[in-house]
Each structure stands twice: as structure tokens, then as C-alpha cells.
């Protein structure tokens, strides 16, 4: 009988993902290969993505998510050639007992499990990795410097962790 390694958890032991907020993800292609894109050299500004066909169809898929969605969008995001980063608010307003907000703990797998899904019909083939990272955003500095961080991936993309496998 073949053994399963366990996954490790990457949520908080201590936190129940049951509020409204923000979130940042960053979920990365199979193995790593570099499908959604290139880093093109120097403009002005420096380094500029240069998506692929696939790049272009999660670029896509993440501007229906902001027209589909009207408790949960993404405020930013940035699609790298093996991975994607995004900062996610959710927002279901009072609508859960009494007046307090609803449970949220559902909707950040549900989301990811949903763009996992329309790129794949999309492109004809699964391109994702099975797991994804996230990190609930703990107030408007962490916020910051996330927004900063995606701002700038494309600028350290050759020091980028997840440059260093290419997976081919």
C-alpha cells in the first residue's frame, strides 16, 4: 500500500479565515514550468511581463472573477511565467446571524478552485500545481507592503524563488 506524505497546513492554528478581509495568494503552474510568460528586459521602468497565450487566458479569467463576484474581488495582481500573485478582498457585508459578517472560510479554496478550473477548460489541459499560498493580511502596513511586493516581482524576477526551477 503506497503512504501519502502528509500536507503540511499553511493556515494560522489560531485563526478561523471567518472575517471579511483581504488575503494574498500565490498559486504556481505544475512543476513550476514557465507557461504563463516571459520577463522581458528593460524598458524605462525596467523589467515588463510579457504573457504567453496561457498568460493571457489567467489574465482573463482573473478580470471575469472581478465581474462575476460581487463579495469577493482582486484588488491586485500580478500573472509571473510560473505563478501568479493576488491580493483578494472579501466583503460579504452583514449578512450572516445578527448582522455579523458571514463565514469567509470557504470562499478563498472555493476561489482558487474556481480560476484552477476555468483556466484549465480554458487552455484544454491542468497547468496548476495542487496546493496554493495564502496569507490573511493583517492590517494596512502588511497590506502595503504585499502591494509592494507584487509591484516589484517583475524587478527581482532573477532573484525570484520561484525562478530558480524551471521545470523543464
Known amino acids: 500500500m503506497k503512504e501519502y506524505a502528509r500536507r503540511k497546513s499553511s493556515r494560522l492554528k489560531n485563526d478561523n479565515y471567518s472575517q471579511n478581509g483581504a488575503y ?3 498559486i504556481c503552474t505544475k512543476d513550476r514550468k514557465m507557461l504563463l510568460g516571459s520577463v522581458g528586459a528593460g524598458v ?4 515588463q511581463i510579457c504573457l504567453s497565450e496561457y498568460g493571457e487566458v489567467v489574465e482573463n479569467v482573473i478580470h471575469s472573477i472581478n465581474d462575476t ?6 484588488e491586485k495582481y500580478v500573472v509571473m511565467p510560473n505563478h501568479v500573485h493576488m491580493i ?3 466583503d460579504r457585508g452583514g449578512n450572516g446571524p445578527s ?4 463565514p469567509t472560510s470557504a470562499d478563498i479554496p472555493a476561489l482558487v478552485s474556481v480560476f484552477k478550473r476555468f483556466v484549465n477548460r480554458k487552455i484544454g489541459q491542468n497547468i496548476w500545481q ?3 499560498y495564502d496569507h490573511v493580511i493583517r492590517g494596512r502596513q502588511d497590506y502595503l507592503e504585499i502591494w509592494k ?8 524576477w532573477s532573484d525570484d524563488e520561484y525562478a ?3 521545470g523543464k
Open 99 to 102: 448582522g455579523t459578517p458571514a
Open 88 to 90: 483578494v478582498l472579501i
Open 130 to 132: 495542487r496546493s496554493y
Open 44 to 47: 524605462p521602468d525596467g523589467p
Open 149 to 156: 511586493y507584487i509591484d516589484e516581482n517583475p524587478l527581482r
Open 69 to 74: 463576484y460581487t463579495h469577493i474581488s482582486i
Open 24 to 26: 494574498f495568494l500565490t
Open 164 to 166: 530558480k526551477t524551471d
